[in-house]
């Protein structure tokens, strides 16, 4: 089964603060995502890549930079972080095709206050 | 852009009585696919079912979703809801070439003894 981590599983920053989440998949997947999940709003997509260097825009992408150095690690950057980005924050990897499961990290907590 | 409606935040049930969790979907194309994810407290979220495949039953562990394009939906059943099958749960659709999800905003199953 396919091994997602995520680290730190819990952060506090203040408004203004600088933050990096990292994932790491050991399964070669193709495909990274980063997710937020908001009551109400369900899962929603920030960014993912296709591989080493690549970034493709999500669906809620303003305020985060996302950067993939490897095909194991994906970083999501908030550079000025508001309240409205306090959430939990999850990372996900599938192979590549549209019917491929997505496996999922186990989530960070973040809180900016 | 596609779109998925999960029409219940919270779906309250005695156990025993069967789960019917609703998802509607909209999109241009022709061939999605749409998925099922649980995601139990403390747990990362996974896959539970998913189909492409219209008038076609899918089941996994206890649970199943048929595809009906003609509707647009893919509800989710169980006949005998469990303590266990408390979680929070997702409609999710995939399609065209861009392997990205799209996730409705989710259900909370509470099962009451």
């Known amino acids: 089964e396919a091994a997602v981590t995520q680290s730190p599983r819990n952060k506090v920053t203040v408004t203004g603060g600088n933050v990096t989440l990292s994932c790491r998949q050991t399964n070669s997947h193709n495909y990274m995502y980063w997710y937020r999940q908001d009551t109400g709003h369900g899962l929603r997509l920030i960014h993912y890549s296709y591989g080493a260097g690549n970034l493709q825009i999500g669906d809620v992408p303003d305020g985060y930079k996302a950067t993939r150095t490897t095909q194991e690690d994906f970083f999501l950057l908030l550079e000025l972080a508001s309240p409205s980005q306090t959430s939990l924050y999850f990372c996900a990897s599938s192979d590549g095709d549209n019917q491929d499961t997505q496996y999922f990290g186990p989530g960070t907590r973040l809180l900016v206050l | 852009g596609d779109s998925v409606t999960q029409t219940e935040g919270l779906v309250t049930l005695t156990e025993g009585l069967p789960v019917m969790l609703n998802c509607t979907y909209q999109t241009i194309y022709s061939n999605p696919f749409l998925f099922w994810y649980v995601h139990y407290l403390n747990e990362s979220p996974r896959l539970l079912l998913k189909s492409s495949t219209d008038n076609k039953r899918t089941e996994h562990q206890g649970f199943h979703a048929t595809l009906h394009k003609s509707s647009s939906s893919f509800h989710l059943q169980k006949s005998s809801a469990q303590l266990s099958d408390s979680a929070l749960y997702y409609c999710?659709?995939?399609?065209?070439?861009?392997?990205?999800?799209?996730f409705g905003q989710g259900t909370v199953l509470s099962v009451i003894p």
């Open positions: 999710a659709l995939s399609t065209g070439g861009n392997n990205k999800l799209t």
